[in-house]
């Protein structure tokens, strides 16, 4: 069968993939397109009830040397624990009045509950949120746009694990908040001290009570919770630098403890706009760009895409001071996970200039009742084969740029090409070019239908993609040291009823109708920023029909599993 495009022609074994910032320049390709942790210096202002409405965070190098890594525990830790952690932020970032803040929060969390309730799948259950920490004169009418899902919850958490982003402190790694009861003015939170004690079990769980001495990002939770949950035990977590496989660690240390009653939740603002925050990726029609850029980063959770997002982050810069919180309570999530955007504001609503700008989202995370939780040996590859898998793909074009001839043999390598690499599965290759804080396309073809093992179909198409796609002059020698590879592992193609099975960050898809038939990897549409019906007329203008007629097209969904070069060690800071 021959697969018809609006040029040329490609066949059923072998499509082409364009990864392109320009939505133009995506959709008219003929074949199927995919697409922190220095904390600032708080300003003066911002003590006085977080004035600027920020936090100060932007990823850049620490001052002075890194952070150490932490290293691995040969006997348990046990730490003698004051009493009380104080509310230190109460008078400047939120109400010292026990019945002024109560009266705060009731109000904000009255007019939230106007809005319509969040509707979940069924079999499905609330397991984290995403709530922004901003003084509250900014942040607080979204957050309890999320608190007030636990405040109308018919049988109320028992357990939230609180995760905050290190905005002051050099921190590489973990530290839980070092005391017995966590105080607010409407009352003290008991910390659930038995399970931190478990967590400093593992190594990247670190002892160090200065991480929390001036931290803002888990304090600006617990007045909210000691209102909604009053009775529930809180583990506060000061999150610092981790690495791709650090957070996976984290995950799973503390996926282990995980119980039907128990929350995560994930502090954090989103991006940080201005020259106040020294991030400004665009100058124009500056609250529409940085609403369709905070949505790009939306898109990612609600994918339950961590590698996605991570390379969103990389590409953009964006200033998401909770990246590495996020990432945990991502790497948390069992499949079926899904996400509600459940308020967006930002802090120029309040101030009215948006020169300098922080976002603010309430995110609901839901997972199936049944679920257990994710850890890092639920990706089809082990570590070591993936990075077995992208050294072949670099390899095999390596071979070609030195002259040889002929076949490339992974064997040669003496990697173990049996386990998971022995496996038949659809894939594509991905060659990018990393300019100017984002990622250029180079190259990337890649196949539905396995016709060998990865093992061997990886380095197939990785030639492929870096000398056989024809929207490129072949790579050259001295580009290869420069290129990022990118493998995505496909499940096979399953017909679907119609779009509303569709799910947007979820499913790539199969479009065809008449004869034309055209692809999109699961990863297009949320880079891209659209919707569901964005993404068909896309789709459907890519295989040279009219954009509507994905109405009446043939439909089929595939997932995805995405192998970066630059997730298999630490992304560069």
């Known amino acids: 069968m021959v697969w018809v495009y609006p040029r040329g022609v490609a066949s059923a074994a072998r499509l082409r993939s364009g990864y392109a910032w320009s939505p133009m320049n995506l959709v008219s390709r003929p074949a199927a397109s995919w697409g922190s942790a220095l904390g600032f210096a708080l300003m003066a202002a911002m003590a006085l009830?977080?004035?600027?409405?920020?936090?100060?965070?932007?990823?850049?190098?620490?001052a002075g040397p890194p952070p150490p890594k932490p290293t691995a525990r040969s006997a348990p830790v046990s730490v003698s624990l004051p009493v009380l952690r104080p509310?230190?932020?109460?008078?400047?970032?939120?109400?010292?009045?026990?019945?002024?803040?109560?009266?705060?929060?009731?109000?904000?969390?009255?007019?939230?509950?106007?809005?319509?309730?969040?509707?979940?799948?069924?079999?499905?259950?609330?397991?984290?949120?995403?709530?922004?920490?901003?003084?509250?004169?900014?942040?607080?009418?979204?957050?309890?746009?999320?608190?007030?899902?636990?405040?109308?919850?018919?049988?109320?958490?028992?357990?939230?694990?609180?995760?905050?982003?290190?905005?002051?402190r050099a921190l590489r790694g973990i530290a839980p908040v070092e005391a017995q009861r966590f105080g607010t003015p409407l009352g003290a939170l008991t910390i659930d001290?038995?399970?931190?004690?478990?967590?400093?079990?593992?190594?990247?769980?670190?002892h160090d009570r200065e991480a929390d001495a001036r931290e803002h990002s888990v304090e600006m939770q617990m007045p909210w919770l000691r209102r909604v949950a009053p009775h529930a035990r809180v583990v506060p977590l000061v999150v610092g630098q981790l690495t791709f496989d650090e957070v996976q660690q984290a995950a799973d240390a503390i996926g282990a403890l995980l119980g039907p009653g128990d929350l995560v939740l994930a502090s954090s603002d989103f991006t940080h706009y201005g020259p106040q925050y020294g991030y400004q990726p665009f100058r124009d029609k500056v609250s529409t760009r940085l609403r369709q850029l905070d949505m790009q980063a939306f898109g990612r959770i609600a994918a339950a895409d961590i590698a996605s997002f991570w390379r969103f982050k990389h590409a953009t810069q964006d200033t998401i001071c909770g990246f590495y919180p996020i990432s945990v309570l991502m790497a948390l999530a069992s499949r079926g996970l899904s996400a509600q955007l459940l308020h967006y504001d930002t802090s120029s609503s309040v101030t009215g200039d948006p020169t300098n700008s922080v976002s603010y989202l309430a995110i609901a995370v839901y997972a199936p009742n049944r679920a257990r939780w994710k850890t890092s040996s639920s990706r089809l590859l082990t570590p070591t084969e993936q990075q077995d898998m992208l050294h072949i793909a670099r390899a095999s074009i390596a071979h070609v740029l030195h002259g040889n001839e002929g076949h490339f043999d992974p064997a040669s390598l003496h990697v173990n090409l049996s386990g998971h690499l022995a496996l038949r599965r659809g894939l594509f290759v991905t060659l990018k070019l990393p300019q100017g804080g984002r990622d250029q396309l180079r190259g990337c073809i890649g196949t539905l239908e396995a016709s060998a093992p990865i093992g061997q179909e990886v380095a197939v198409y990785a030639q492929h993609a870096a000398f056989r796609d024809s929207r490129f002059a072949p790579l050259r020698a001295e580009e290869l040291p420069r290129v990022v590879l990118e493998v995505t592992l496909l499940t096979d193609p399953v017909p679907v009823s119609g779009s509303d099975a569709v799910t947007i960050g979820r499913d790539g898809i199969v479009l065809e109708r008449g004869g034309r038939r055209a692809v999109f990897l699961p990863q297009v549409a949320v880079e891209q920023g659209w919707g569901r019906e964005q993404t068909l007329r896309a789709l459907a203008y890519k295989a040279g029909l009219e954009p509507d007629a994905w109405r009446h097209a043939r439909l089929e969904t595939f997932q995805g599993e995405v192998y970066d070069e630059r997730h298999l060690s630490p992304l560069p800071r």
Request: charged share 20%; proline share 5%.
């Open 87 to 168: 509310a230190r932020l109460a008078g400047t970032w939120y109400q010292d009045d026990p019945a002024q803040l109560r009266a705060q929060l009731d109000g904000d969390l009255a007019a939230a509950a106007r809005a319509p309730v969040p509707r979940t799948k069924s079999g499905q259950r609330l397991f984290g949120l995403i709530v922004p920490h901003a003084g509250y004169r900014y942040s607080a009418a979204t957050a309890a746009y999320a608190y007030r899902l636990i405040a109308q919850a018919k049988v109320a958490p028992t357990r939230i694990f609180v995760l905050g982003p290190s905005h002051r």
């Open 49 to 62: 009830l977080g004035a600027d409405g920020g936090c100060r965070c932007r990823d850049a190098d620490y």
């Open 193 to 206: 001290t038995a399970a931190e004690q478990q967590l400093w079990q593992h190594a990247i769980f670190v």
